[in-house]
């Protein structure tokens, strides 16, 4: 009769290396998938658009038009932010065929704070922490159907977030 307890160790051995050579295979995959992305979206990185310190050129050099007003944008965000380094901002909208999102914060040093690429059939919907100067106006542009709009809400800030 065998021994139950001889055989446990190697039989958790056996476990530990099968889990442990899935987790190296996985973390290589990741690993080449995330750089296969990463310089996929290099060359449409709007770099520019991001040195931009006005609303206007902001707007000129990510879509090179200006935007509406629009009550179809859900822009979410605190009217007092404790602190600034963390600013929790959501966008959303109903609008059909978006294509793109920009979130700005205009009292920043730098007035565009992000910019998303919506994929069609997707929701258009984006959330995300931003730093804050300090108390500013925050717009949403929503690129829909070949036109942009816009939706603001002002941000107290409280404590200083872009070295403030």
């Known amino acids: 009769m065998k021994n139950e307890f001889i055989d446990a ?73 404790e602190n600034g380094a963390v600013v929790p901002i959501a966008v959303a909208t109903t609008m059909p065929g978006v294509t793109g999102i920009a979130i700005m914060v205009l009292e920043n040093p730098f007035t565009l704070a992000a910019a998303y690429k919506i994929p069609e059939g997707t929701e258009a919907s984006v959330a995300c922490r931003l730093k804050m100067a300090k108390t500013s106006k925050v ?22 977030g872009c070295g403030g």
């Open 9 to 81: 160790p190697d039989h958790t051995r056996r476990i530990i290396l099968k889990g442990a050579a899935g987790l190296a295979a996985f973390g290589f995959t990741a690993a080449t998938l995330s750089s296969a992305y990463a310089a996929a979206d290099a060359k449409a990185w709007p770099e520019n658009a991001f040195k931009q310190k006005s609303e206007a050129d902001a707007l000129k050099a990510l879509y090179g038009k200006a935007a509406e007003a629009s009550d179809k944008i859900n822009l979410d965000a605190p009217e007092i932010a």
């Open 139 to 160: 717009v949403a542009i929503v690129e829909a159907g070949g036109k942009l709009y816009s939706a603001t809400k002002e941000v107290k800030v409280t404590v200083g």
